[in-house]
């Protein structure tokens, strides 16, 4: 066979080294053509990750049996010889990036899927994280760091973020996902680029808090951003909430650091409680302590009470305060308090709400007491801190049924102190706080909120919501807050402009796990929903770029997609489907084939 | 060391004192007011339940000559079944004899400060049929417990629509306790002379959402047309739905180690650019794809006869190609059928989605629409457009849109109850009678806190009420209707053995029940029954009896 000459330009040689030409015939196999390569550029190094890429086609000469001929390389080919392992940088969710090597060869899925087994599996555990990561105390700290939340941003940081303003920005977000089923190089990444690493799918695949904690951390954050840049909405009061599950959720984790690994060394709930039960079985030298522990510490002072609902023009009035078990008694005064008390006030199931001023020094507790005749409104007075906090958290515990003696008494009233001192902060000095002190509250809420309150008015809402979630674990704080964001009902959704069929403007169709719904841009509207169940077949036109979706019931729709290539949408779609198979196989090996055959496209077939 | 020995004794001295003498004036109570005015069969039932209590009884109140008969009646099924009375003694030995050790005591200690604490109630629940049941609650027995015993006492079908269901007169409403909740709590916040009552009905309207999802997960398309013809199949398919984001925390850890075990495909990484990317400012196309990749060069075939597709290689493998030349010119290049998918999806009904999260979430249905309200106090309903989100009802107010950031927060669900009512039309002139009510569950009398709303039909206000609990319960509902199922099939099971058999089977559940009541000094609360009184303050059949709570 006749030689012709092959130019090929090794990325190992420098960017400005000339093309390596190597004289070749058609029958050469890809091998061959490597194996010459390297022969002529003389550099000692190990060329195993190298691989042959061909610029026009757009495709890296993976099959190295195959001859030039079987590939159609001709003389006019420009080829690379580069390795097929490139440094990218990594955006996570929370914000943090990091620079590693990943594969450019294989289909984005596979690369994403060996980014995932690295960073955030969970094969067999040493010491509470997954094995790899205790090779190296480098690793170690990328642990931490992937499986720690991340501290609330500064209010400015989070005004400086871009926010979709509309759901047509976020469908031009979601219009730049990268094609699962093609390589990042043939996608137009380059070396050192910048990509991010997000939950695409919102269909969460058996999560497991113990063995997923990076999985779970990532996940918080991906919908704490989300919340925050205002890509979901939510109501206020659950805005509220959510703020205060992240100021509960900084503090436990900086206070413990390593609840959720530890609670990974917990072997199981079994465990667990015979650890408890051998606490009680106690040894006798205990005794004393587990007397102690039993009977409920002392409660008593002089307070202020008011009851606005009392037709009396009377402010409020001193008396000898008691908690006793869930109910406040109250006497004339100390002297007094042996015999029967003026009133007393069972507090279970109350509404309690703070009404606190740090800066006027006012403390006020409202209760909201029901009867038999409706709810009893009664303020109580406080007359500093130190008595509100204590104060506050008896009456938290009440209207939880619980009395003084439960162990939460005492951490409930330092979460009331240091809210007290968050109000101190955010009021006084703004600028310059010491960030490990107190939070702004503006952290913890999106801009919208900004604009409608000052931190200083934000504290006592956020205070309100906190008290139901102050006593969680990290874990379970993470996992409430992720409980709630899934309850949203925009929860879950990718935005497509698309243009139906027989439709002359544009709309958006929105993509969740469950269903397709079809949105008015004018009203802004769910029009129509089609859920997965009832789908019997979608096809995708690649020429004119049309999906067409059957569902049952002869129920017929097609649209092109405006700002996502239809490829992003069959994938989408696929994906969804592909998820509600993985429950039921209940494997943990993934069926990539299948993921493949339903996003692929024709390449699968 | 003995001061602490001496506490002990006195500790325990002082809590038996304390506990005889709520026995004694159980006691008292019960002979000289009431028991002579229960009717037999109730008091059978009494006693059945109070079973070896008679020990203490007797010993309490033994000069009595009413409970006598009644107590030798009681003291038999204890003696036909020497084994439990045995260890109801060996315990009571146990209490009488000093205590050795003294973790021991700790823990006997332990026991009876819990102990002391138990609430008791007796109450009397009314059957369906006009009849009633007389039972005996724990504070800690849950709705599901006191149904399964009324199950065994009546020989009832054991459905799930069987409920227990409090009404109150007063403000003509009613409410069906849910399954997990303790029975006791509800009902200790009657008041002294209250006339609400406890029903043993069946409610097609307790489980609807598991039963008919559609329901409530389509409720749009219901107004669009009819939506007669949903199967069974996609039924379950929307209940899995519901309780994809339900899940019930797993409690054994899986077999990680099998294979690589990561999980993670769904992270799938974005391109450059979103929310922080400096491309933000600059516009993208209307199909960014085409800026990076010319169409022409790579949505070509390499070689003629493939079809046209991004990557190169051979693309069709055995199937025709019907690209541009089909005749709609869609070519289905990637057909799916989903039949496969389909049909195995119904196979993992129940108990896989459970499995996903460890949390608590269930999707609440997108209620909305306009109810009436009756405002604080005022005469009047006025309409308002209210939405149903799992955190709370929310409403829009006036010249506002439907979005999230714009909604009114009217009422969360954390201390309140949902309620149906009765004849509101009549009572506070409401546009219809299908209204339900929101309220704290210690409110019994009119209240601007209690919250009405008036729905414009019934089957709106089946969507709300339902729809409400789904958000205020959460998976818990889920669970408790799984575990009705099971007693359901169960009690199907059952009912084909031999009734002897069955007979066995309730008697040892209800000696050993009473055998732990012999431990529990009843407290503080006793409900009481007066038949007679009811008879005559209630004629109609439907409420034959009334339960007069007395307060000890």
């Keep these: 066979m006749a030689a012709w000459d092959l130019s090929v330009t090794v990325e190992d040689l420098g960017p400005d080294a000339p093309p390596v030409t190597l004289s070749v015939a058609s029958d050469l196999h890809v091998g061959g053509v490597i194996l010459k390569l390297v022969e002529k550029t003389q550099i000692k190094r190990d060329w195993s990750d190298h691989a042959l890429w061909w610029e026009q086609k757009q495709m890296w000469l993976l099959r190295t049996a195959w001859t030039l001929e079987k590939y159609g390389i001709h003389a006019d080919a420009r080829l690379h010889f580069m390795p097929q392992h490139k440094p990218v940088r990594l955006a996570l969710p929370s914000g943090i990036t990091l620079r590693l090597r990943a594969c450019f060869s294989s289909p984005v899925f596979q690369t994403v899927m060996g980014i995932c087994r690295m960073l955030i599996s969970r094969p067999c555990l040493y010491n509470g994280m997954p094995a790899h990561f205790a090779d190296s105390p480098e690793m170690e700290a990328i642990y931490k760091m992937l499986s720690v939340t991340q501290p609330p941003p500064a209010p400015e940081v989070i005004a400086k973020q871009y926010r979709p303003a509309s759901v047509v920005d976020k469908a031009h977000i979601h219009g730049r996902w990268l094609d699962s089923s093609r390589c990042l190089m043939q996608q137009g990444i380059q070396e050192n680029d910048r990509v991010w690493l997000r939950f695409k799918y919102y269909a969460f695949y058996d999560i497991d808090p113990k063995y997923d904690v990076v999985r779970l951390t990532q996940l918080y954050e991906q919908a704490r951003w989300a919340l925050l840049l205002e890509d979901i909405d939510c109501t206020e009061e659950e805005m509220m909430l959510f703020g205060a599950l992240q100021y509960h959720i900084n503090k436990v984790s900086q206070s413990e650091p390593q609840m959720l690994s530890t609670s990974a060394a917990m072997d199981d709930l079994e465990s667990a409680l015979q650890s408890l039960e051998v606490k009680m079985e106690g040894e006798s030298s205990s005794a004393s302590e587990m007397l102690e522990n039993m009977t409920a510490p002392e409660l008593n002072d002089y307070l202020k009470i008011f009851r606005p609902k009392r037709l009396t023009l009377k402010g409020y009035k001193q008396y000898w305060f008691k908690f006793q078990d869930t109910s406040i008694c109250y006497f004339k005064s100390k002297e007094e308090s042996i015999g029967e008390p003026i009133q007393q006030i069972n507090l279970k199931g109350c509404e309690v709400a703070p009404d606190v001023n740090v800066a006027a020094q006012k403390f006020l507790i409202r209760l909201l007491i029901p009867a038999p005749e409706g709810m009893n409104e009664v303020y109580l007075r406080c007359e500093n801190e130190q008595q509100y906090a204590q104060w506050m958290a008896a009456c938290r515990l009440g209207s939880k049924g619980k009395t003084l003696a439960d162990s939460s008494f005492q951490s409930e009233i330092q979460s009331i102190r240091s809210f007290l001192a968050m109000q101190k902060t955010s009021s006084g000095s703004h600028g310059n706080v010491p960030a490990d002190e107190s939070i702004n509250t503006h952290s913890l809420v999106s801009p919208r909120y900004h604009k409608k309150y000052k931190p200083k008015q934000l504290t006592p809402r956020i205070l309100d919501a906190y008290q139901n979630v102050a006593q969680l674990s990290l874990t379970d704080a993470v996992m409430r807050f992720l409980q709630i964001w899934q309850a949203l009902p925009d929860f879950g959704l990718s935005y497509v402009v698309v243009r139906f069929k027989g439709s002359r403007k544009d709309e958006v169709l929105g993509i969740a796990p469950n269903r397709l719904i079809r949105i008015d841009l004018g009203v802004g509207d769910v029009v129509k929903t089609w859920r997965y169940n009832n789908m019997k077949q979608w096809n995708v036109n690649w020429d004119i770029q049309q999906v067409a979706i059957e569902f049952e019931g002869n129920v017929n729709i097609a649209f092109s997609c405006v700002t996502a290539n239809c490829k992003i949408v069959h994938e989408f779609i696929g994906g969804y489907i592909f998820m509600s198979t993985r429950s039921r196989e209940k494997s943990d090996t993934l069926n990539e084939e299948l993921f493949h055959k339903l996003t692929g496209g024709h390449e699968a077939l | 060391m003995d001061d602490i020995d001496a506490m002990f004794s006195n500790l325990l001295g002082e809590m038996d004192h304390l506990s005889q003498a709520t026995t004694a004036q159980l006691h008292q109570y019960l002979l000289t007011e ?211 984001r339900g899940p019930l925390p797993r409690l054994l850890p899986k077999p990680h180690c099998t294979g690589p075990s990561w999980t993670f495909l769904r992270v799938v990484s974005l391109l450059e650019g979103g929310p922080t990317s400096p491309f933000r400012a600059e516009p993208i196309g209307r199909v960014p794809w085409a800026k990076t990749r010319p169409p022409g060069a790579r949505l070509r075939a390499p070689t003629p006869g493939l079809a046209p597709g991004w990557g190169p290689g051979p693309v069709c493998h055995g199937r025709p190609y019907q690209g541009r030349n089909a005749p709609d010119n869609i070519a289905p290049r990637i057909i799916r059928a989903h039949k496969p998918l389909h049909h195995s999806k119904v196979a993992v009904q129940g108990g896989e989605y459970q499995e996903h999260f460890g949390g608590s979430t269930v999707i609440v249905p997108d209620i909305e629409g306009t109810l009436y309200l009756k405002e604080d106090g005022r005469k009047v309903w006025k309409p308002r457009y209210f939405v149903l989100r799992a955190s709370g009802i929310y409403y829009v107010p006036k010249g506002k849109t439907k979005s999230s950031t714009d909604l009114v927060c009217f009422v969360r669900f954390e201390k309140v109850n949902v309620y149906s009512t009765n004849s509101y039309k009549q009572k506070y002139k409401a546009p219809t009678n299908f209204c339900f009510v929101l309220k704290h569950p210690c409110i019994q009398k009119e209240s601007h806190y209690i919250k009405f709303l008036c729905c414009e039909d019934e089957h709106t206000l089946l969507l709300w009420i339902n729809s409400i609990r789904i958000a205020k319960y959460g998976s818990v509902l889920y669970k408790n209707y799984q575990v009705a199922v099971k007693a359901s099939s169960l009690q199907t099971l059952h009912s084909g053995a031999p009734k002897g058999r069955s007979a066995c089977l309730a008697n040892p559940k209800v000696t050993l029940k009473t055998i732990h009541m012999s431990h529990r000094q009843t407290s503080s609360l006793l409900l009481l029954l007066d038949t007679q009184k009811s008879e005559m303050h209630h004629p109609p059949p439907v409420y034959p009896g009334e339960l007069q709570p007395v307060w000890i």
Aim: net charge negative; charged share 30%.
């Design chain 2, 34 to 244: 009431s028991l002579n005015e229960l009717e037999d069969h109730d008091l059978d039932a009494l006693v059945a339940d109070l079973g070896s209590n008679s020990t203490k009884q007797t010993s309490g109140g033994a000069d009595n000559q009413t409970i006598a008969p009644a107590m030798t009646q009681e003291s038999e099924p204890a003696a036909a079944l020497p084994l439990p009375s045995n260890a109801a003694e060996s315990s009571g030995d146990l209490q009488m004899s000093k205590p050795q050790t003294k973790a021991e005591k700790i823990k006997l200690a332990l026991e009876k400060l819990k102990e002391a604490k138990v609430r008791k109630l007796i109450v009397k629940v009314l059957m369906s049929d006009g009849g009633s049941k007389t039972l005996m609650l724990d504070e800690r027995q849950t709705v599901r417990e006191v149904l399964d015993e009324l199950f065994e006492k009546t020989h009832c079908d054991c459905s799930i629509d069987w409920s227990l269901c409090e009404t109150n007169p007063e403000l003509q409403i009613e409410r069906g306790f849910e399954d997990h909740e303790h029975l006791v709590e509800p009902l200790s916040v009657w008041t002294r002379h209250s006339e609400n009552k406890i029903f043993f009905v069946a409610r097609p309207q307790k489980y609807v959402m598991f039963r008919d999802p559609q329901l409530f997960y389509m409720w749009k398309k219901k107004e669009q047309a009819g939506l007669s013809g949903i199967n069974q199949q996609a039924k379950q398919l929307l209940l899995k739905g519901l309780g994809r």
